[in-house]
C-alpha cells in the first residue's frame, strides 16, 4: 500500500515528432534565400541604395509634409470623377450580379454544370489584381473614366457574386422545399422565397463594394483610368509634392467619409 | 324580433399598413444619386453598346494565339514578383507581431496602445498603393523597396489582425500563468503566443496572398516584377504577349491561393488524427 503511494510520478513521454516543426522551418528558410537570388528573378536585397536613397528621400518626405493647400479647388472635379465611376460601378454590378448570384448558389441552382461554370469564371475574375484590369482595359478602350468604370464594374462583379453566393449556401432555406413541394420552376421558388431571403445579403455587399470601390477608383486613374488619381500621378510626375499630399489628404477624408456611411447604413440593415 | 337577422358583424379593424414612404423616400434618394453619378461620367454610353464586341475582339487577339516565346522571361518577373510579396510579407509579420501584441489589451502600458491603434488605423485608411507610392518616390523605384512598401502597407491590417487575435484568446491561460508568478513577458510567451500562434501564422499566409495580387499592381507603378511587364506590353499594345501574361498571373495566382489556402486550412483545422485506433 505504502509502495503505491511513494511511486515516482508518471510523465507522459514527449512527443518525438518534431520532424514537422523542422521541415516546416526548413521550407521557409529556402524559400527565402530562393527569393533573395537576383539571379533567377529574387529581389536584390540591398539596405546601402536604401541609405543613399534616403538623403535624397527626406527632401521629398519634408515637401509632402507641407501640403500645399491653394491646389485644393482643382481636385473637386477630378474627386467627384472617382466618386461617380465608384457609384456607378457599383449600381451597375449589383444589377447584374443578381442573376449571377442565383446561378453560382447551390439552393438556387441545382445544375452542377453551370454553377460550376460561373464559379469557375468568378473565381478567374478575381484572380487579376484590380489595377491589371485596369491597365489592359485602358490600352483597349482609351484613357477616361471608361476603363475605370469598367474595371469597377468586374471587380464588384466578383466580390458581390462570391460573397452572397457563399452566404446563400451556408444560410438555411425551409421555405425552398414548400417551394419545390408547390409544384413551382426553380425560378419560381428563387423569386418567391430565395430572393426575399437574400436581400439584406445582397444590400450589405452592395454597399461593401461601394466602399472598396471608393478606395480603388481613387487610384485607378494611376493607370489612366480617370479621377482622382490622374490628377495625383500627374503632379507626382511634376514633382510638386505639397500638391501631392494634399490629395492623399482629400483621398483619406472621403475614404473615411464613405466607410463611416456605409457602416452605419450596413449596420442597420442587420 | 326576427330571428333570422344575423348579428351584425363588428368592422374589421385591420392595423394599418406600416407606412412605405421612409422606403420609397430612400428608394428614390438611392435612384437619383446613382443617375447623377452615371450621366456625370464623362463616357458616350451610346459607345456603350459596341464595348463588348470590341473587347470580345481584343480578347482574340490576347488569347487566340498568345505569344509563348516570353514565357522564360515572365517567369522571371513571375518570380521577381513572389519574392516581393513573400519578403514583404515577412517583414510585416516580423514587424506587426510585436507590435500588434503591445497593442492588445493586458498586455502593453495603455498609452502605448492608443498610439499603436492609432497608427495602424491611419495606415488601414490610406490605399496600400498610396502608401507604396510614397515609399517608392522616397526609396526608388526597385523590387527591394516594392517589398518594404508592401511590408509597411500591410502592418495596419496585420496589426490589427493581431490584437484582435490576441485579446480573444486571453481567457483563463494568462490568468493562470500570472496565478503562478508569471511576469508579463512570461504570460505572453506561456500563455498568449501558444493560444494565437496558429491564428497567427495563418493570418501570415493570407498576408502572402494578399502581397502576391498587391506585387502584381505594385509593378504597374514601376517596382519591377510581372506588372511592370504587364505595363509595358500592355502599352505597346503587343496583345499576344499581354495575353500570354495575363494568363501567367491568373495561374500563378489561383495556385498559389490554392497552396496557401489548403496550408491555412491545415493549421486551423490541425491534422487528421492517425495512430489514433486501438487495435494494436
Known amino acids: 500500500m505504502t509502495e503505491r503511494a511513494t511511486a515516482p510520478l508518471q510523465l507522459p513521454e514527449r512527443s518525438r515528432r518534431r520532424w514537422p516543426a523542422v521541415g516546416a522551418t526548413a521550407a521557409i528558410g529556402i524559400f527565402t534565400v530562393l527569393t533573395c537570388l537576383p539571379a533567377i528573378g529574387g529581389v536584390d536585397v540591398d539596405f546601402s541604395a536604401l541609405v543613399r536613397n534616403w538623403s535624397n528621400g527626406a527632401t521629398k518626405v519634408n515637401q509632402l509634409l507641407h501640403p500645399n493647400f491653394a491646389f485644393l479647388p482643382r481636385t473637386v472635379s477630378p474627386m467627384l470623377e472617382t466618386l461617380a465611376m465608384a457609384v456607378a460601378g457599383a449600381a451597375f454590378a449589383a444589377i447584374v450580379s443578381i442573376p449571377l448570384t442565383l446561378w453560382a448558389a447551390r439552393p438556387s441552382n441545382p445544375n452542377p454544370v453551370t454553377r460550376q461554370l460561373v464559379r469557375f469564371i468568378i473565381n478567374i475574375n478575381r484572380a487579376v489584381p484590380d489595377l491589371v484590369y485596369a491597365t489592359v482595359l485602358v490600352a483597349m478602350l482609351g484613357v477616361g473614366t471608361l476603363p475605370g468604370f469598367v474595371t469597377l464594374f468586374l471587380f464588384d462583379l466578383g466580390v458581390v457574386v462570391k460573397l452572397v453566393s457563399e452566404a446563400i449556401d451556408s444560410s438555411d432555406h425551409p421555405y425552398l422545399e414548400s417551394g419545390q413541394a408547390a409544384g413551382g420552376t426553380q425560378a419560381q421558388i428563387n423569386k418567391v422565397t430565395l430572393l426575399p431571403q437574400s436581400w439584406t445579403?445582397?444590400?450589405?455587399?452592395?454597399?461593401?463594394?461601394?466602399?472598396?470601390?471608393?478606395?480603388?477608383?481613387?487610384?485607378?486613374?494611376?493607370?489612366?483610368?480617370?479621377?482622382?488619381?490622374?490628377?495625383?500621378d500627374e503632379r507626382r510626375g511634376f514633382y510638386m509634392y505639397g500638391d501631392v499630399s494634399v490629395i492623399i489628404l482629400e483621398i483619406l477624408v472621403v475614404i473615411v467619409l464613405i466607410e463611416a456611411c456605409s457602416t452605419a447604413l450596413r449596420r442597420r440593415l442587420r | 324580433m326576427t330571428l333570422t337577422s344575423a348579428p351584425r358583424r363588428a368592422a374589421a379593424t385591420l392595423p394599418v399598413p406600416p407606412s412605405r414612404a421612409p422606403a420609397t423616400i430612400l428608394a428614390v434618394v438611392v435612384g437619383v444619386i446613382i443617375l447623377i453619378a452615371t450621366a456625370g461620367l464623362d463616357i458616350e454610353w451610346t459607345e456603350l453598346g459596341d464595348v463588348p464586341s470590341r473587347v470580345v475582339n481584343y480578347l482574340q487577339l490576347m488569347f487566340a494565339d498568345p505569344n509563348w516565346d516570353k514565357l522564360p522571361r515572365a517567369l522571371f518577373e513571375t518570380w521577381r514578383s513572389i519574392s516581393m510579396a513573400w519578403l514583404g510579407a515577412i517583414g510585416c509579420v516580423v514587424a506587426s507581431i510585436p507590435l500588434g501584441m503591445l497593442a492588445a489589451r493586458g498586455v502593453g502600458?495603455?498609452?502605448?496602445?492608443?498610439?499603436?491603434?492609432?497608427?495602424?488605423?491611419?495606415?488601414?485608411?490610406?490605399?496600400?498603393?498610396?502608401?507604396?507610392?510614397?515609399?517608392?518616390?522616397?526609396?526608388?523605384?526597385?523590387?527591394f523597396t516594392g517589398a518594404l512598401a508592401l511590408g509597411i502597407a500591410g502592418i495596419g491590417t496585420q496589426g490589427k489582425w493581431v490584437y484582435e487575435t490576441i485579446e480573444s484568446a486571453q481567457e483563463g491561460a494568462s490568468e493562470a500563468v500570472r496565478a503562478a508568478g508569471g511576469n508579463t513577458l512570461e504570460t505572453t510567451r506561456w500563455a498568449l503566443w501558444p493560444a494565437a500562434a496558429p491564428a497567427l501564422m495563418s493570418f501570415a499566409l493570407y498576408r502572402?496572398?494578399?502581397?502576391?495580387?498587391?506585387?502584381?499592381?505594385?509593378?504597374?507603378?514601376?517596382?519591377?516584377?510581372?506588372?511592370?511587364?504587364?505595363?509595358?506590353?500592355?502599352?505597346?499594345?503587343?496583345?499576344?504577349?499581354?495575353?500570354?501574361?495575363?494568363?501567367v498571373v491568373v495561374v500563378i495566382t489561383m495556385c498559389f491561393d490554392l497552396i496557401s489556402g489548403s496550408i491555412r486550412r491545415r493549421i486551423m483545422e490541425g491534422a487528421r488524427p492517425r495512430g489514433m485506433d486501438r487495435s494494436h
Open chain 2, 208 to 247: 502572402f496572398e494578399l502581397n502576391i495580387r498587391m506585387s502584381a499592381v505594385l509593378g504597374l507603378v514601376g517596382a519591377g516584377g510581372i506588372g511592370s511587364m504587364l505595363a509595358n506590353y500592355a502599352n505597346f499594345r503587343a496583345w499576344d504577349t499581354v495575353g500570354m501574361l495575363l494568363i
Open chain 1, 201 to 232: 445579403l445582397f444590400a450589405n455587399q452592395w454597399l461593401y463594394s461601394l466602399e472598396l470601390n471608393v478606395r480603388i477608383s481613387a487610384i485607378l486613374g494611376i493607370v489612366g483610368a480617370g479621377g482622382i488619381g490622374r490628377l495625383l
Open chain 2, 109 to 143: 502600458p495603455t498609452w502605448l496602445r492608443y498610439l499603436l491603434r492609432g497608427v495602424f488605423a491611419i495606415i488601414r485608411a490610406v490605399p496600400e498603393v498610396i502608401i507604396a507610392l510614397i515609399l517608392l518616390t522616397v526609396t526608388g523605384l526597385t523590387p
